[in-house]
């Protein structure tokens, strides 16, 4: 089967889904005939997201979760399997971002913080998620985690957001290892810079400029450029891959970029 079928019927627990990456992710496995656990720790957003999700003929569910807390995400997996008698595959995407500045100025305060979210709690995703997935005996299981980028390369002034990411990535690879005899892949999905609320309340024109300087085709990615490869993942075309950090960053990535004249320019009139 070539095309994306195969995902219809399975249940998926997306962590961050009232918004976002999270969100476009959530959607777009409901669109495609998945049931999906919206989990966020904002109940009003994430009990939104299921309200649209019922409004193109979708199903999913609500679970208010703290990613970085044990009990609430063991409490989310206890309700996905309630609620749907099985889980496929969890998609670890809750994360936040930090100030910008060199690593000495960071507060252990807010390494704590920020690795309890975006590292800890992908880790707890995984425990309690892999567990559930095993139980279902799950002929397609999948894992997807959000890392990033900066879970591949190093960035001035975003260290603790760095270390974090890089920790997933290695979850990623050593559980792929782990699971591999029991047919459950886990990736990773790596984003270069994509327009969502992360970017708090900066200007347009931040932004833009941001886009120009971070994004070899000068645009930032819509968080629906993300979904497609989480869609992918859950699905059965990508049975063979796993262990992968798979970077969805316009290429940024690559190498340098080095501005030079066309010479011959008219080919684009
Ligand atoms: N947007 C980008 O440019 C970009 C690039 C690379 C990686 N990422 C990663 O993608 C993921 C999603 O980011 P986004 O851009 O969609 O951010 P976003 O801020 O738009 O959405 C994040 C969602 O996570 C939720 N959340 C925050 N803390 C939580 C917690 N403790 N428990 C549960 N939910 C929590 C928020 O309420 C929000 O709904 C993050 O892991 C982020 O690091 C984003």
Redesign the pocket.
């Known amino acids: 089967m070539t095309d994306f079928s195969s995902v219809k019927g399975k249940v998926a627990v997306v ?10 992710i959530a959607l777009c496995y409901a669109e495609n005939g998945m049931k999906v656990v919206v ?4 109940a009003q ?2 009990a939104a997201v299921v309200d649209e999700i019922a409004a193109i003929g979708g199903e999913a569910v609500f679970y208010q ?5 044990e009990d ?1 995400v063991k409490g989310l997996i206890d309700f996905a399997l309630a609620s749907y008698g099985k889980v496929d595959g969890i998609v670890n ?5 930090a100030e910008n500045r060199p690593t000495h100025e960071y507060s252990i305060e807010e390494f704590d913080r920020l690795t ?3 590292l800890r ?1 992908v880790f707890l995703g995984m425990k309690f998620g892999v567990e559930a997935i095993l139980k279902s005996k799950a002929p397609g299981g999948f894992v997807v985690n ?5 879970g591949v390369l190093g960035n001035s002034a975003m260290g603790i ?1 760095v270390s974090a ?1 890089h920790g997933v990535v290695g979850l990623t690879k050593s559980a792929a290892l782990d699971y591999a005899p029991h047919n459950i892949t886990v990736n990773a999905i ?10 708090g309340d900066a200007p347009e024109e931040v932004i833009d400029q941001y886009a120009k300087l971070l994004s070899p085709n000068g645009r ?2 819509d ?1 629906k450029e ?1 979904a497609h490869v989480a869609l992918f993942l859950a699905s059965d075309l990508a049975r063979y891959m796993s262990g992968s950090t798979i970077l969805v960053d316009a290429g940024s990535h690559a190498g340098k970029v080095t501005p030079v004249q066309w010479s011959h320019p008219e080919i684009l009139e």
């Not at 979760?65 to 807390?69: E, G, H, N, P, Q």
């Not at 790596?190 to 970017?199: A, D, L, V």
Request: net charge positive; proline share 4%; hydrophobic share 35%.
């Open positions: 962590t961050g889904a009232a918004d976002g990456l999270g969100k476009a989990s966020d720790i904002n957003k994430g979760t703290d990613v970085s807390k609430d995407n809750a994360g936040i971002s309890a979210i975006n709690g959000v890392a990033s980028q900066a957001y990411k790596c984003p270069g810079t994509i327009r969502t609320s992360i970017w930032l990615g968080p993300i």
